[in-house]
């Protein structure tokens, strides 16, 4: 306590060389030292490692409190040579200070040259520290062109403050910049070697006279150190892109000699936030929600299609951007009473309707309504009210799901419960992405604060609805709706009676099972023979289970048709016979619903039972082969 010196380390001075190696196994603390010299440095410790394998480590904790000195409040370090110097236990600098007449560090000057090491294990921490140069908290000078290297694993910087020297001899650059920590380096620098690793690093309410509240590099290469890894991982610690403010860390892409010589303009002209260099704003092209309430997933699931869009780092804003006119809701209502009565009565028709949802979302028993609006948004949206951003900041969601390369087309999919909120009958939704929640893009990754007409708008898709929500749509349109259902019961029985007595004609019974009786028939226009499935069904259990029959069996046929296509094309020339498939085409269907009776149209096999023909084959000694 209360140690003083000249020069050199007001409690302790050590010079490590050749290969030496000093290990300080117990407790140490350090109070009230200081060096006397204005050209003092180290107010507590000043050490030099020089050489291959010569090291300093503090294995327990080291206190140093209300230190001072002209460079290095607390501790002077120089490593040189690939010395290496590291705390493993706790470490505290509380109150340290450099000179006010002008001294770098107030907690830590570190100069790392010739391979040197410094690494920050542990806790560290550095509270209210100040120096009147630059680096409030720690101050470290690199050398990059000998592999020389910095970590921080653990280490809360707080409350320090860089503030303006009164002494009128230093330039511009020699004080206030870098209120948690001031890093310069000399020479390029290859972020694929990490010499340079600030992940570990916690910072917050430090302050600088000029630039760098929290952190300051110089360094030539500092654009590719913040673009290394994901998100600036490298250089920002514990910086929240969303809520910290982007002049905590910055840094200007000069070398360290260069820097202290530059103008006032030149520095404030070249540097920049770090996390400009390091941001990533994506590009969204298209977005799109699915309501089904039955969905287990996620009532409402959304789809987005864009670029730039990282992974694990994702956010989606879903916000109003105004309210439909008369003439949309009622063009959209007219759109939705029309939907909901075809929808009633499209089992009916021997083929389906292509819906506008991707297969993967449709279901046959449900609505399916697209609402698909390009309106102008009208006004900036930085002040709008209702906004959901997804995921939440609670952790109580999965990041999005997303496919693709960062700088090709990507797919991005996530699913919400909550559906209340979506009132999209007569609100307009945007939607926006940022890759850090701070800056949301949208349109050729436009900001919208520069952009008004950035957001892309949200198409809907309704699959299923709550009942109260339907009724509320049918009310509107309650008397169309009602000339529609007159008009399509007529058309379902002359349908019906068509399909009956004209379109086909019944030759003879071909076989029978558990789910039903299959046809042999004739279709009266084209003479062409078919077989008909006719399948009783006595609930919508029953029901589904034969959309989801035919279903199948178009996918199954289609995936064949492509492969033989393709396998066709690349092996026969344009005189050859179309590919022979060996699936039985499914041809179409259509209900009865009045008899609770289905059909399925297929294509006849004229050889009878599959099963029946390998039998007589069998019986006569054929051998079957893989020739057709």
């Not at 007449?101 to 391979?115: A, L, Q």
Request: net charge negative; charged share 20%; aromatic share 8%.
């Amino acid at each position: 306590m209360e140690c003083e010196a000249l020069n050199f380390g007001g409690a302790f001075q050590c010079s490590i060389n050749n290969g030496a190696k000093l290990t300080i196994a117990t407790p140490c603390s350090f109070t009230d030292c200081r060096t006397l010299q204005d050209s003092g440095y180290g107010g507590a410790l000043y050490a030099k490692i020089n050489g291959e394998n010569s090291q300093l480590i503090f294995k327990d904790s080291v206190i140093f409190e209300r230190c001072s000195g002209q460079t290095g409040g607390g501790m002077c370090l120089i490593t040189q040579r690939k010395g290496n110097f590291t705390i493993n236990g706790q470490c505290n600098f509380t109150n340290c200070s450099s000179s006010n007449i002008g001294g770098d560090g107030g907690g830590i000057y570190g100069s790392i040259n010739g391979g040197g090491y410094l690494t920050l294990d542990n806790l560290c921490e550095f509270y209210q520290c100040e120096c009147h140069d630059n680096g409030g908290g720690i101050y470290i000078m690199i050398d990059s062109t000998t592999q020389s290297s910095f970590l921080i694993k653990d280490a809360l910087i707080h409350e320090c403050k860089a503030l303006n020297s009164t002494n009128s001899s230093l330039t511009y650059p020699e004080s206030g910049f870098g209120g948690g920590m001031f890093l310069g380096g000399s020479g390029d620098y290859d972020p694929n070697s990490k010499l340079i690793d600030l992940r570990g690093m916690n910072i917050c309410n430090n302050s600088a006279d000029k630039y760098g509240q929290c952190l300051y590099i110089v360094l030539r290469d500092v654009v590719r150190l913040c673009q290394y890894g994901k998100q600036g991982e490298y250089v920002k610690g514990n910086y929240s892109d969303a809520y910290f403010d982007e002049h905590g860390l910055e840094g200007i892409p000069m070398d360290l000699n260069t820097f202290n010589s530059s103008s006032p303009q030149t520095i404030e002209h070249q540097q920049q936030p770090l996390e400009s260099w390091w941001r990533i704003l994506g590009i969204l092209k298209s977005a799109q929600v699915v309501m089904n309430i039955s969905n287990p997933n996620g009532k409402l699931i959304f789809h987005i299609e864009g670029k730039r869009m990282i992974p694990g780092y994702l956010n989606v804003k879903i916000f109003e951007f105004g309210d439909k006119t008369q003439e949309n809701i009622d063009q959209e209502q007219k759109e939705m009473n029309y939907q909901y009565n075809k929808n009633n009565h499209q089992s009916l028709k021997g083929t389906t309707t292509q819906s506008p949802i991707s297969q993967k979302h449709q279901k046959a028993d449900q609505q399916q309504i697209s609402i698909n609006t390009t309106p102008q948004i009208k006004k900036k949206l930085h002040n709008y009210e209702n906004e959901i951003i997804y995921p939440p900041e609670d952790g109580s969601s999965f990041p999005i799901q997303i496919d693709g390369e960062l700088e090709s087309e990507q797919k991005a999919t996530f699913g919400m419960n909550d559906y209340k909120w979506l009132n999209y009958k007569i609100k307009e939704y945007g939607v926006l992405i940022s890759n850090d929640r701070n800056i949301f893009t949208g349109k050729d990754g436009i900001d919208i604060e520069e952009d008004e007409n950035a957001a892309v708008p949200l198409e809907v898709i309704i699959e299923e609805e709550e009942e109260e929500e339907k009724r509320k749509g049918l009310t509107v349109g309650i008397v169309v709706g009602i000339v529609i259902g007159a008009l399509a019961i007529v058309v379902v029985i002359i349908i019906i009676i068509i399909v009956s007595f004209v379109i086909s004609k019944k030759i003879k019974k071909i076989g029978k099972g558990a789910f039903g009786t299959v046809w042999k028939m004739k279709e009266i226009k084209s003479q062409r023979i078919v077989a008909i499935k006719e399948v009783d069904y006595d609930s919508d259990e029953e029901k589904q289970r034969f959309h989801k029959e035919v279903s199948v069996m178009r996918d199954v046929y289609h995936i064949l048709q492509q492969a033989s296509t393709s396998s066709s094309s690349s092996s026969q020339n344009s005189d050859s016979q179309p590919p022979f498939i060996h699936v039985v085409q499914p041809l179409g269907y259509f209900l009865n619903e009045d008899k609770d009776k289905a059909y399925l149209v297929l294509e006849y096999c004229e050889n009878g039972d599959l099963r029946q023909y390998i039998q007589n084959m069998k019986n006569l000694g054929t051998e079957i082969t893989n020739v057709v």
